[in-house]
């Protein structure tokens, strides 16, 4: 097996514990309301299928999971209240939102706890 071969096997190997943890916290912690599928409660809960927010700005989508319903970009529409999940750590949101990222029909890239400590510490100025 080549270099090339190898780095590649090892990156997807490295990954798949972040995509399971992501999973698990998206079953434990959204999917009641945002359905195992993503497809949300029409009117109640956005759906999560190729979403232009999930796919958009990482930290938009980051202020929406600290904030919930509180984010300066949550939909103004008659949706019900979503809490904040800012007492999460910054590795299971990272994870967490590149589950989301990564599926229901959405191509956007990872979110890595780097990002989200960085978020987190920029509210603090």
Do not use: W
């Amino acid at each position: 097996m080549n270099k090339i071969c190898i780095l590649i096997i090892t990156g997807i190997v490295a990954a798949l514990p972040a995509v399971a943890d992501g999973k698990k916290t998206y079953r434990e912690h959204c999917s009641v309301c945002h359905m195992e599928d993503g497809g949300g409660v029409p009117m109640m809960q956005p759906e999560l299928i190729n979403s232009p927010i999930v796919n958009g700005e990482k930290n938009i989508l980051i202020d929406m999971l600290f904030f919930g319903s509180e984010s300066k970009y949550a939909p103004g529409e008659s949706m019900n209240l979503m809490a904040g999940f800012q007492h999460l750590k910054d590795k299971e949101i990272a994870d967490l939102l590149t589950y989301i990222r990564q599926n229901f029909d959405n191509k956007a890239s990872k979110i890595n706890g780097a990002d989200v400590t960085q978020y987190r510490q920029s509210l603090k100025r």
